[in-house]
């Protein structure tokens, strides 16, 4: 038990610092995801038709495929 409690606290520097570069991520995933969003929600409001055209075209290609499939093409 002492053992374990010792290597908790011998890499509690690292799981530190593996958290913080998980928040770094998640934060930074957020603001792009928002930014896009925010983008392609103009582009749909757009009179000029080829713009929300594409912007209706990319919305129905994420929401008409599986997240699963989505991950599978961005992996390989």
């Known amino acids: 038990m002492q053992e374990s409690i010792q290597l ?8 530190l610092k593996g958290a913080g570069y998980t928040l770094q991520l998640s934060i ?10 925010f ?3 103009l582009m749909r ?6 713009v929300r055209w594409l912007a209706r075209f990319y919305i129905s290609i994420f929401r008409g495929t599986p997240l699963i499939a989505q991950l599978f093409m961005i992996y390989y």
């Open 45 to 50: 409001l757009s009179p000029i038709w080829p």
């Open 39 to 41: 983008i392609l929600a």
């Open 8 to 15: 908790v606290i011998d890499s509690l520097p690292f799981l």
């Open 28 to 37: 930074g995933g957020m603001f792009f995801g928002l930014l896009l969003g």
